[in-house]
T-cell receptor, first 112, second 113 residues
Framework: DQQVKQNSPSLSVQEGRISILNCDYTNSMFDYFLWYKKYPAEGPTFLISISSIKDKNEDGRFTVFLNKSAKHLSLHIVPSQPGDSAVYFCAASANTGNQFYFGTGTSLTVIP | DVKVTQSSRYLVKRTGEKVFLECVQDMDHENMFWYRQDPGLGLRLIYFSYDVKMKEKGDIPEGYSVSREKKERFSLILESASTNQTSMYLC????????????FGSGTRLTVV
């Protein structure tokens, strides 16, 4: 059973606008969350993280929001750039690091 | 620059062949993982290891085995390759309590014909 879900397989956004990628999870024991970015024919690369003691974390154009009561997190990219076009995976862990569970990914296309 | 290195980027193998996928990390990480990535299914965990000579089954271990004889190396073995094992295979590692999650290799695109 999928413990981490990304219900939107794809998303298209105009350059300069906001991209919002969503992720839901079912396991209330998850306490650490990551977003990865993946280009074709490459491995995923770490983008941004958030622990359950926070509800927001920012890094430049990227912000992750966590709503623990709804078991929902989202990644905001502002402004979106064509180079952001990639597949984005969210991942969750119940013990801050040893094993992560991944969503199915959202393919983001930023249109110039 | 820290690295997880997968020995092959692309492989084509025949049905029934025994296939070895090699992964080496230079970060002295305790934990290593093998995933496969398929469209619409995301990353699915095949096997992982928390220590030398130790292995644990992930979500989809059937048809696979692993070997970890040295801390830096984690091998995935397809005992008898089948066409449904055509996939992108990703190796990852992390230290204990890794707050940045996994470091992934570049992946191996395996095609079984």
């Amino acid at each position: 059973d999928q413990q981490v879900k990304q219900n939107s397989p794809s998303l298209s956004v105009q350059e300069g606008r906001i991209s919002i990628l969503n992720c839901d999870y079912t396991n209330s024991m998850f306490d650490y969350f990551l977003w990865y970015k993946k280009y074709p024919a490459e491995g995923p690369t770490f983008l941004i993280s958030i622990s359950s003691i926070k509800d927001k974390n920012e890094d430049g154009r990227f912000t992750v929001f966590l709503n623990k009561s709804a078991k929902h997190l989202s990644l905001h990219i502002v402004p979106s750039q064509p180079g952001d076009s990639a597949v984005y995976f969210c991942a969750a862990s119940a013990n801050t690091g040893n094993q992560f569970y991944f969503g199915t990914g959202t393919s983001l296309t930023v249109i110039p | 620059d820290v690295k997880v290195t997968q020995s092959s980027r692309y492989l084509v193998k025949r049905t029934g062949e025994k296939v070895f996928l090699e992964c080496v990390q230079d970060m002295d990480h305790e934990n290593m993982f093998w995933y496969r990535q398929d469209p619409g299914l995301g990353l699915r965990l095949i096997y992982f290891s928390y220590d030398v000579k130790m292995k644990e089954k992930g979500d989809i271990p059937e048809g696979y085995s692993v070997s970890r004889e040295k801390k830096e190396r984690f091998s995935l073995i397809l005992e008898s390759a089948s066409t449904n094992q055509t996939s992108m295979y990703l190796c990852a590692s992390t230290g204990t309590g890794g707050t940045y999650g996994y470091t992934f290799g570049s992946g191996t695109r395996l095609t079984v014909v």
